[in-house]
């Protein structure tokens, strides 16, 4: 009987410690990191940091911010690729860029499908803007106007070879047979400087808050939106497709954020979900409205899985229409 009551109070002592044991075996978890791909202050950083302080609270872990830029977004989402592979290292970028860079640089070797789309951070449509010295009343005037001249080419700014402005205006000239003479400027701020500046015909810009200022004092002149319904705010701008000649004409920027696909399954969801609560937030409501972003409902990681998948076959198509090759 002692025996038996020994042996009891010992296994009662070692049940009483083992928690407190396992507990001490249990790692704090690890900080996150968002490697930005972009130099501190634009667009996508911008949307990252607004996502620090609610995301932390989401996830229970610290964030860190990291910006690591250049080559078109590729050093970073490169840099993201060779961290371990547990959700602790996420990508903040532009799909557009994690897309085409493949497609425009040699040096680049990721491929988009080694990336997973958990959610969309802040996104906005392509929108057709004129210099103010043209006096088009709208998307089927300009294709009109340009068919009458067919020997001149309409000159377009983007920021260079291979990138989305690039694309979105060669597939314009394919589906609508205006020539256009691609104008490269490093970025959408002097593309928009050489609109003032008449120094080129058109563009295809993001709505961003700057954008929609100029159009709204008449300095240069808004044709239409590549999107599927009006911006709300240019709600008496026509989209491109509303136009007799184009047709589902629906082009988009976007900061998102990503991870590795061999992140596991489980890791990815809680991520997903994490941001979708961030994004349910008043305040980051709030920050969408002031950068002049398209409202947004989170998505599921299948939705996001679908939209990513969409939006590369979208641009390779355009890619391999114009036989794009990576320089």
């Known amino acids: 009987m002692k025996t038996i009551k020994l042996i009891a109070a010992v296994s009662l002592a070692a049940a009483s410690v083992l928690p407190s044991a396992t507990l001490a075996q249990v790692p704090a978890l690890k900080p996150v990191t968002l ?3 972009y130099p501190a202050g634009g667009p996508a950083d911008v949307a990252a940091r607004k996502t620090q302080v609610r995301l932390q609270a989401a996830l229970g872990q610290t964030i860190i911010i990291e910006n690591i830029s250049g080559a078109n977004g590729s050093i970073g989402a490169t840099s993201v690729l060779g961290a371990v592979p547990d959700g602790n ?8 860029d994690l897309i085409l860079a493949p497609l425009v640089m040699k040096q680049v070797k990721y491929r988009p499908e080694d990336y997973r789309l958990l959610g969309v951070l802040s996104a906005t449509d392509f929108t057709l803007v004129t210099n103010a010295q043209h006096a088009f009343s709208s998307v089927d005037d300009l294709i009109e106007s340009a068919r009458k001249n067919p020997h001149k080419e309409m000159t377009v700014g983007s ?7 690039y694309l979105v205006g060669a597939a314009f000239s394919a589906a609508s047979g205006v020539r256009v003479l691609d104008v490269p400027y490093k970025g959408a701020a002097p593309v928009i400087q050489a609109l003032l500046g008449n120094e080129i015909d058109m563009a295809f810009v993001p709505l961003a808050p700057n954008v929609l200022e100029l159009v709204r004092q008449g300095k240069i002149k808004a044709i239409g939106a590549a999107s599927a319904k009006r911006s709300p705010y240019l709600a008496e701008l ?6 007799k000649y184009l047709k ?8 998102a954020m990503f991870v590795p696909t061999a992140v596991p399954e489980a890791v990815a969801t809680r991520l997903n979900q994490s941001l979708s609560e961030v994004k349910r ?8 409205v002031e950068s002049a972003a398209l409202p947004d409902n989170p998505m599921t990681l299948a939705q996001a899985d679908s939209f990513y998948q969409s939006e590369m076959q979208k641009f ?3 890619a391999k229409a114009i036989k ?4």
């Not at 026509?238 to 136009?243: A, D, I, K, M």
């Open 281 to 288: 937030s008043d305040d980051f409501k709030k920050f969408l």
């Open 35 to 37: 490697r930005v791909a």
């Open 316 to 318: 390779r198509a355009i």
């Open 89 to 96: 290292t996420l990508l903040v970028t532009t799909g557009n």
């Open 159 to 165: 920021w260079g070879h291979g990138s989305a402005p």
């Open 248 to 255: 589902q004409f629906i082009y988009g920027a976007w900061a």
């Open 238 to 243: 026509p989209t491109l497709s509303e136009g």
């Open 324 to 327: 794009l090759e990576a320089q």
